[in-house]
């Protein structure tokens, strides 16, 4: 494999992986590992998402016959939530997160088990973002006060959550009275500041 990235990038071709989450016979550590393998690959770009089991396919009557068991839905958010940071610390673009849904896959009785969601993406961003959040409250010791998050305009969605999901939970784990949402125009996407006490912290998507 190294030595095909190799010889691509040297005739100025743009490399990209793809990886899958749950394939059969895989476990955490050996998706771990095959991250580190292909973040030293340095490949441009990557897709990632987690491996869905399909009518009429060989995987599909292991899961029928019992020897294969899909990823649940937070099991694989989190596993693709820890290739996301992952890739963003070393820099590679990941260009997909989740099964891009074509005109079979939403015929009834296509998708036969596995984790999908057509915004999975956006799934495992709300994730990470109340990671974010929930560090910087701990770490801080906010509690039974008001704090105002800031952010990108394009991070809000995935701030806030499938219906305000990440705001609740955040108020009711940390008993805050009130957050406010800030939206910056300038900031970066992927990142997260929050003011508290008259201090203001800012942490990094990649980071956490």
């Not at 292991?62 to 890739?87: D, H, V, W």
Request: charged share 25%.
């Amino acid at each position: 494999m190294s030595a095909a990235m190799g010889m691509l990038k040297e005739r100025g071709f743009k490399t990209g992986i793809h990886l899958m989450a749950g394939l059969p016979g895989d476990s955490q550590s050996g998706f771990e590992y095959t991250i580190g393998e292909t973040i030293a690959l340095k490949p441009d770009m990557v897709r990632i998402h987690p491996t869905i089991v399909l009518e009429d396919t060989g995987l599909a009557e292991l899961f029928l016959n019992g020897t294969y068991q899909p990823l649940s839905m937070p099991r694989a958010i989190e596993m693709c939530k820890y290739a996301l940071r992952k890739f963003g610390e070393a820099g590679i673009a990941v260009i997909r997160v989740g099964l891009q849904t074509t005109r079979e896959m939403e015929t009834a009785g296509s998708i036969v088990a596995g984790p999908y969601h057509p915004a999975f993406r956006s799934l495992v961003e709300e994730s990470m973002f109340f990671d974010m959040a929930s560090a910087m409250l701990t770490d801080r010791k906010i509690g039974g006060q008001e704090v105002i998050f800031s952010l990108s305009p394009k991070d809000v969605s995935c701030f806030l959550g499938r219906k305000n999901k990440n705001m609740q939970t955040l108020k009711e784990t940390f008993d805050l009275t009130k957050i406010d949402v800030s939206v910056d125009p300038v900031q970066e996407r992927g990142t997260l500041a929050m003011i508290a006490d008259g201090r203001k912290s800012i942490a990094e998507r990649s980071r956490h």
